[in-house]
């Protein structure tokens, strides 16, 4: 059986929309059905933002946060420059720390944990840039707030060990982050205690 070409890009759009986290073939189908049958007050509005979003967004230079600008919001605030330097793994959790609305500091984004079989090492997390920006910066405290799974811990460590020629304090988050818990599935609270009861890793 040969598939009907697709005329309309209908099928292309599902295929798409299917590569997103939580969304396999069926709901991608649903979802764009139930686009199509809001086009104007739906989809067209959508399209536009993505495309604008598209354009617009880039990574901080300096931390990784999405912006779009060359230098994110946070590290262009001079208030920020506070000598605390957050490290999260992703943007999602920077976002997650931000709505919480508890630290004033400044950030660096990973991009992920190491893992040898993502061909993610230290050169591609950043951490040699890490550890120049926490002399450069005069960075006093790096707080290393990087989920409870076995990948980001020894992530961790091994941060917490290329950081000993600086002489900053290295704090991780306190207890309330759950075993195996990923950092922006924590309610603004708990984060919030997580954070203000960091200890000394
Ligand atoms: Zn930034």
Known sequence: MTRPPDETGIETLIQLMSRLPGLGPRSARRAVLAML?????????????LAEVALNARDCRICGN???????????????????????EDVADLWALE???????????LGGTLSALDGLGPEELGIPRLVARVSDEAVTEVI????????????????????????????????GVPVGGELDHLDDGTLGAALRARRKL
Do not use: N, W
Request: hydrophobic letters at 45%.
């Open 66 to 88: 999405i912006s779009t600008a060359d230098l994110c919001p946070i590290c262009q605030d001079p208030s920020r420059a506070t000598g605390e330097l957050c490290v999260v």
């Open 144 to 175: 290393l707030a990087l989920s409870a799974t076995i990948d980001a811990q020894t992530t961790a460590h091994y941060i917490a060990d290329a950081l000993t020629v600086t002489t900053a304090q290295i704090t991780t988050l306190a207890q």
């Open 37 to 49: 049958k809001r086009r104007a007050q739906v989809m067209a509005p959508l399209a536009q933002s």
């Open 99 to 109: 709505r919480a609305g508890v630290f004033r500091g400044r950030y660096q984004v």
